[in-house]
C-alpha cells in the first residue's frame, strides 16, 4: 500500500516530520490546525475507487 504526504510549505513540517494530510490506501487524514482568528471554508468531495 503507497502513502502520499501532503504539505502546505510550512517550514515546521521538515522540521519535525509533520504532514498537512497523508493519503494511504482508500483513507485520507487531514490535520486541522489553525489560529482561533482565522476563518475557513472547506468543500470536499472523495470517490473512492468502485464508488
Request: charged share 20%; no cysteine; aromatic share 8%.
Amino acid at each position: 500500500m503507497s502513502r502520499k504526504l501532503i504539505s502546505s510549505g510550512s517550514p515546521f513540517e521538515a522540521r519535525i516530520g509533520y504532514s498537512r494530510a497523508v493519503v494511504e490506501g482508500g483513507w485520507v487524514f487531514v490535520a486541522g490546525l489553525m489560529t482561533p482568528d482565522m476563518k475557513i471554508e472547506i468543500e470536499v468531495t472523495a470517490r473512492l475507487p468502485g464508488s
